[in-house]
């Protein structure tokens, strides 16, 4: 079945004038979650911090008739709404903020402060579009609690912390949220993405979003003045060494059909330029799609960094040190309910507004939630927050927009939160039989 076909079971599929009435409810609604879209935007919190922001959520989705917990592994919030028989979706939306300093000259900036542990005070962004997602999941919650009639089943709406770190979906699951509420049948995410337009969707079946590890590993040397660096091992210079290397092992080590990322995004050592340090730490991400290409990546990060120090005769007791931080699966959609969202999508948005994308090197821990036994089904799917332009002349002078996790990203606010909202209603309508 091509993603342009309807899905078989029409029964499910809301008429045209059902769909019609959903976009002038999500309209109406529009200017509340706006307000509430500036307010999120404009107050994030870091990961592990969300509580403000975790206890707005909850208050807006009791408002909206839902039975609510909070602290649900963390600061997880968790909304059950049940009406009657048929399957349970759950719909995932993201809290937390990112360590950046916004830079877009938005009325309704972020100029919020937070404490990482091992940084102090930092500036505070909805640089990854957190904002945007609760925003579209709190207004499906209203128009999916006001739209009763159509649909049979029971919602189970998650407001997740942590996502940012990848700990969040795991705390939440061994917190018991397949155990203490509803099982889910299906479970659904959105997120943003300025590579496509505002007003569109996009989405694959299959492998999607990659598989991310990350870890910090530890360069011992040995210390001392550095007017005479022959009596040290300089851990500065091997790290140096280490992080060019560590560039090889994609290029040299992972076949070019396989997709693979290392990155180093972090190094902290020393305190004084005369002062040869005692360590220096790296902090080391990497993406793959098969569990193969992630061992691999592994094993090759530990042998370089390994091989390096040994090469510089640093001693068996000071050798490098590797602290695996996270390991999460890539997000595998599953195919036959991907084919359902096309069709859904297609017949709220327009199958002109349903784009069909290659895979990404982007992670989410939203993966976790189809890892569990029995494998619950997946659908993640992205949001188009890009202006679109206006006639040719801007089509001819446009630059790409700033992407996620840069602190000028800044969506399109409305085209961005009414399709987010009339995807993720769209989607449950799909499901849920009438």
């Not at 004084?272 to 992630?294: C, G, H, M, W």
Request: net charge negative.
């Amino acid at each position: 079945m091509s993603p342009a076909e309807p899905h078989e079971d029409t029964a499910s599929i809301p008429s045209r004038e059902d769909r019609e009435r959903i976009a002038e409810r999500v309209n109406d609604l529009y200017p509340s979650l706006f307000h509430l879209y500036t307010q999120l935007h404009a107050n994030p919190e870091l990961s592990g911090q969300e509580i403000l922001t975790a206890r707005r959520i909850a208050d807006e989705l009791r408002s909206a008739g839902y039975q609510v917990t909070e602290g649900v592994g963390g600061h997880g919030v968790v909304a059950v709404l049940a009406n009657g028989t048929g399957p349970t979706v759950l719909l995932r939306a993201d809290l937390d903020g990112l360590p950046i300093e916004e830079k877009t000259g938005l009325p309704y900036a972020s100029k919020a402060r937070g404490r990482l542990a091992d940084k102090g005070d930092v500036a505070v962004m909805h640089a990854c579009g957190h904002d945007i997602h609760m925003t579209a999941l709190v207004g499906a919650a209203h128009i999916l609690a006001a739209t009763r009639k159509q649909w049979q089943g029971t919602l189970v709406l998650v407001g997740q912390p942590l996502e940012e770190v990848g700990a969040g979906a795991r705390a939440m699951l061994e917190d018991g949220l397949f155990t203490k509420f509803p099982r889910p049948d299906y479970a659904l995410a959105l997120h943003v993405t300025p590579s496509l337009a505002a007003g569109t969707v996009g989405l694959r079946e299959g492998l999607f979003w990659a598989g991310c590890a990350s870890l910090d590993i530890v360069i011992r040397g040995i210390g001392g003045h550095g007017s005479r660096p022959h009596e040290t091992k300089d851990p500065i210079v091997l790290a140096a060494e280490t992080i060019l290397l560590l560039q090889t092992i994609v290029s040299r080590e992972i076949s070019p059909l396989e997709p693979a990322v290392l990155t180093v995004g972090s190094i902290h050592g020393g305190t004084k330029s005369n002062i040869i340090p005692e360590e220096v730490v790296l902090q080391v991400n990497y993406r793959y799609f098969t569990d193969a290409t992630a061992r691999r990546l592994r094993e090759a990060i530990e042998r370089t960094v390994r091989g390096i120090a040994m090469a510089a005769g640093i001693p068996e007791d000071r050798l490098p040190i590797l602290f695996d931080q996270y390991t999460g699966p890539p997000i595998n959609n599953d195919p036959e309910l991907a084919r359902r969202m096309f069709s859904a999508f297609g017949s709220a948005l327009g199958t002109e507004n349903v784009i069909h994308t290659e895979k990404y090197t982007f992670s989410d821990d939203f993966s976790q939630f189809g890892n569990q036994q029995p494998k619950i089904p997946l659908c993640y799917f992205l949001l188009g927050t890009a202006e679109k332009p206006k006639d040719d002349k801007d089509i001819a002078t446009a630059t790409a927009p700033p992407g996620i996790h840069n602190p000028c990203f800044a969506p399109a606010p409305e085209p961005s939160i009414q399709t987010g909202v009339r995807a993720l209603v769209a989607a449950v309508l799909e499901i849920l039989p009438r």
